[in-house]
C-alpha cells in the first residue's frame, strides 16, 4: 500500500492530467519503447516547435485520467511503454508531428488519440496527419469560391449577349 504522500502525488498527476484531456483539441498515444535519447530529444524539440505538449506516463494513471475525462475506450491501449501529445491549439499538429516521426523510425508506434471528444484508432490518426494546414484548406476553399464566382460571371454575361443586349461591363 503506498504512502499517503505518494498517493496524494499520484491523484495530483491524476487530476492534471484529467484537466489536460478534457481542455485539448487533440490527443495521441504512442508507444515510444525502442528509440534512443537522441531521437526522442529531436522529436520534443519538434513537439515543443508545434505547441505540443509530450510526456511519458503510467498507463494506470493515464487511464483513470481517461476514465475521469469520459475517454474510457482509451484504456485499451495502454499497455507497454506510454506517452501522451496534448494540444490545446491546433488539433492536427500532435498527429502530423508523431506519424511523421513514426515513419522514420519503426519502433515508434501511434496507439490511438482523442479528437474531436471521441476516442479514435491510430488509423484515424494516421488520416488526419495527412490534412492539409488551415491556411492551406482555407486558400483551397477561396480559390474555388472566387472560381465558382467567376463562372457565375461569365453565364450571366453570356445570357445577356444571347438576349441582343449588350452586356454590362464587368467590374473587378
Do not use: W
Not at 43 to 55: C, I, N, S
Not at 135 to 150: D, H, K, N, Q, Y
Amino acid at each position: 500500500m503506498p504512502s499517503e504522500k505518494v498517493l496524494l502525488q499520484k491523484q495530483a498527476l491524476v487530476a492534471d492530467l484529467t484537466e489536460k484531456l478534457n481542455g485539448a483539441a487533440a490527443s495521441v498515444v504512442v508507444d515510444y519503447s525502442g528509440i534512443t535519447v537522441a531521437d526522442d530529444t529531436q522529436l520534443r524539440r519538434k513537439l515543443r516547435e508545434a505547441g505540443v505538449e509530450y510526456a511519458v506516463v503510467k498507463n494506470t494513471l493515464l487511464g483513470r485520467a481517461a476514465d475521469n475525462a469520459g475517454y474510457g475506450d482509451l484504456k485499451n491501449v495502454l499497455e507497454g511503454a506510454t506517452a501522451i501529445a496534448i494540444s490545446n491549439d491546433d488539433a492536427l499538429a500532435p498527429a502530423k508531428v508523431l506519424c511523421e516521426y513514426a515513419e522514420k523510425h519503426d519502433n515508434f508506434k501511434i496507439k490511438a488519440g482523442i479528437f474531436e471528444g471521441k476516442v479514435v484508432t491510430d488509423a484515424t490518426v494516421k488520416e488526419l496527419s495527412k490534412v492539409p494546414p488551415r491556411e492551406v484548406l482555407l486558400s483551397m476553399f477561396l480559390g474555388g469560391l472566387t472560381a465558382t464566382i467567376g463562372n457565375l460571371a461569365r453565364a450571366l454575361n453570356a445570357v445577356a449577349e444571347k438576349q441582343g443586349g449588350e452586356a454590362p461591363a464587368a467590374e473587378a
